[in-house]
């Protein structure tokens, strides 16, 4: 068996490195591991306050195997809004790092984080809607503890972004524009690309094999939260009706731009079907208001939703439909 291992991903042109896959692979402990080999600065984000308070207690200390297995004593320990890293050393400490939420990490801003060289935002996918907008919030983050450094030749921030498989409805993905990538790395059954230097891979792991025959999983066999857990799939999304209509069989309805996205719905020509489609279409009302939308257009959509009668060309496009249509 092979655990997964961060280095085989790191690649000079690439700095912000996003890695989906099953649960119990090692992600967290590779990371982790070699930036405590690093021994340079790393901030530890976690998207709430819930979450970093409880990896600052002996009970959730993200580093608790890592010490056990290196021999070695890192914790994160609370100081007044944020958290600092160190290392135990001789019961002398040595700040290793810092952690924080991304969801009030706006709070912190013009602070001084220059001698931070590496971050992970771990378990950064979530199934429930968070209470704050991730992607603007990671931006915010971003900018605050890189500044200028490219500026003066610098390396620019080195950042992990780490879940497992729960959704692609996730604001990071779909602000970078990744969630038809990947919904395209699956069917091509590839695992990895880079681009514009971000590298995204979904690891396969010697892990998730071994793991079908323990004995829990051998009881949940075939169930969504198996699926997700052990075959990095997104068990949980609908990826129905998605498919590339031919678009001289439709005529446009309306044209929905909204600030968070947009799309062109059309009506088929003769069989009661709607598609849902970035591309454009003239002559046709443009909506800019999600209200005016649903008054005037979206309630019948709906119903078209729930039998099962809209078409999209993507997952992204569903994901933004389903949204507006509050399906």
Same mark, same amino acid.
Request: contains cysteine; hydrophobic residues 35%; neutral net charge.
């Given at each position: ?5 961060? &280095? ?7 700095? $912000? ?11 967290? @402990? ?25 990896? +600052?207690?002996?009970?959730?200390? #993200? ?6 297995? $290196? ?6 320990? =609370? ?22 939420? $991304? =969801? ?15 971050? *992970? ?13 991730? /992607? ?5 983050? @971003?900018?605050?503890?890189? &500044? ?7 390396? #620019? ?40 230097? $971000?590298? /995204?891979?979904? #690891? ?5 094999? +071994? ?14 939260? +198996? ?29 929905? =731009? ?18 849902? +489609?970035?591309? #454009? ?9 999600? *209200?005016? /939308? ?10 078209y939703s729930i039998r099962n009668k809209i ?17």
């Open positions: 068996m092979e655990w997964f291992d961060i &280095r085989k991903c790191l690649r000079s042109d690439c700095f $912000l490195y996003i890695i989906i896959g099953g649960r119990g692979i090692g992600k967290t @402990y590779s990371a982790l591991s070699y930036l405590m080999e690093e021994k340079q600065p790393f901030i530890y984000l976690r998207n709430t306050d819930t979450q970093i308070s409880e990896s +600052a207690s002996v009970f959730g200390n #993200p580093f608790k195997k890592l010490n056990n297995d $290196l021999g070695l004593d890192y914790r994160l320990e =609370s100081e007044k809004k944020h958290y600092l890293i160190h290392e135990y050393i001789d019961n002398q400490k040595q700040l290793r790092g810092y952690g924080a939420a $991304l =969801s009030t990490f706006g709070n912190l801003r013009g602070v001084d984080l220059s001698d931070v060289k590496y971050f *992970i935002l771990d378990e950064f996918i979530e199934r429930r809607t968070l209470s704050f907008k991730q /992607f603007d919030a990671f931006q915010g983050f @971003y900018e605050t503890v890189n &500044r200028n450094r490219e500026l003066s030749g610098e390396r #620019p921030l080195t950042g992990f972004l780490l879940s497992n498989a729960q959704t692609l409805n996730n604001d990071i993905l779909l602000g970078y524009g990744l969630v038809n990538k990947i919904t395209q790395l699956y069917k091509d059954g590839r695992h990895s690309f880079a681009e514009n230097g $971000l590298y /995204f891979e979904i #690891p396969e792991s010697g892990i998730s094999e +071994a793991k079908t025959n323990t004995a829990n999983y051998k009881l949940i066999a075939g169930t969504d939260i +198996a699926r997700e857990y052990l075959k990095n799939e997104f068990s949980h999304d609908n990826f129905t009706n998605i498919k590339k209509m031919p678009i001289q069989e439709f005529k446009p309805l309306a044209v929905l =731009s909204l600030k968070d996205g947009g799309c062109t719905f059309y009506k088929h020509k003769s069989r009661g079907l709607v598609y849902a +489609a970035m591309q #454009p279409a003239w002559g046709v009302k443009i909506y800019d208001k999600q *209200i005016l /939308f649903m008054r005037e257009i979206g309630l019948e959509l709906r119903q078409f999209y060309d993507s997952f992204e496009t569903r994901l933004f439909v389903d949204k507006v249509l509050g399906c």
